[in-house]
């Protein structure tokens, strides 16, 4: 009897693809809000919520591993069973890795005073302006610059912005939706009241990354598992946790009133 149920034992190993697959190992680096390491020392953030909330639902419970950029992604790009997030979609990765999600987009945004009349189409209208608040040596100071602006005020703290732009000391600033949050809009009273979202010039996606060595069958039971939170509203409840941007984002200055 013993031998007969170890024999049955094998044989559904055998015919289950997945049972006999290694487990799913989980990298993620240090960058907030996705993925980051709070006052607690606890492996929290957007992205970490969204993952953790998959694995509930897959019942894969798992360590998430924490790990410098470069080497997540050297170990997704040639390791079976590997998945790295938060990682931006862009046409040169896409053949490399299989992909789930998106967990979340990151916007480029040009800001402004809520009472300005300011309307902004595209980038060569924002050329335009007086002066356009960055962060110096940030991506989007240097993606501007790229593109012929001189008309940009660099400081050397993004935090700064804000006030100079409530002062009335530039026209706009530069941000993204990660980076204005409300405790980053603290020392602003009611920014709801002081600002709006005048133009939006870039998105990148970000999404889980599996190896190429992953199983297929594995790829499209995180997908599914995703889709069905994103159906039920679970995803969007924790991006808006994270992202709920604290002033409205509203091209039109007369219907901003």
């Known amino acids: 009897m013993l031998r007969l149920l170890t024999i049955l034992i094998v044989l559904l190993i055998t015919l289950n ?20 390491v709070n006052a607690q020392g606890d492996l929290t953030g957007l992205s970490v919520e969204i993952v953790k909330a998959i694995q509930g639902k897959l019942n894969q419970p798992g360590k998430i591993h924490l790990v410098p950029w470069a080497r997540g992604y050297r170990i997704i790009s040639s390791t079976p069973n590997t998945m790295l997030f938060s990682t931006t979609r ?3 990765r896409e053949a490399l890795f299989q992909w789930v999600g998106p967990l979340f987009e990151v916007k480029w945004l040009l800001v402004a005073r809520k009472d300005s009349p300011l309307i902004i189409h595209s980038l060569d ?12 040596h940030d991506v989007r100071e240097r993606y501007l610059e790229e593109l012929g602006f001189t008309n ?12 100079l732009l409530e002062r009335g000391r530039i026209d706009a600033f530069i941000t993204t939706n990660i980076a204005m949050s409300r405790q980053e809009l603290g ?44 159906e039920q509203g679970k995803i969007q409840d924790i991006r808006n946790r994270w992202f709920e941007l604290p002033f409205t984002d509203n091209k039109d200055p007369a219907r901003s009133q």
């Open 152 to 163: 940009l005020h660099s400081v050397n703290k993004a935090l700064q912005l804000p006030r």
């Open 187 to 230: 020392q602003i009273q009611k920014p709801g009241e002081v600002f709006r979202i005048i133009y939006e010039f870039k998105r990148f996606p970000l999404y889980m990354a599996f190896s190429r060595q992953t199983p297929e069958a594995s790829v499209k039971e995180w997908q599914q598992a995703f889709d069905k939170l994103l």
């Open 17 to 36: 693809p997945l049972a006999h697959a290694d487990k799913l190992t989980i990298y993620t680096e240090n960058s907030p809000p996705g993925n980051f």
């Open 90 to 92: 862009t046409p040169e």
């Open 125 to 136: 209208d924002a050329k335009k302006l007086g002066q356009i608040g960055t962060y110096r």
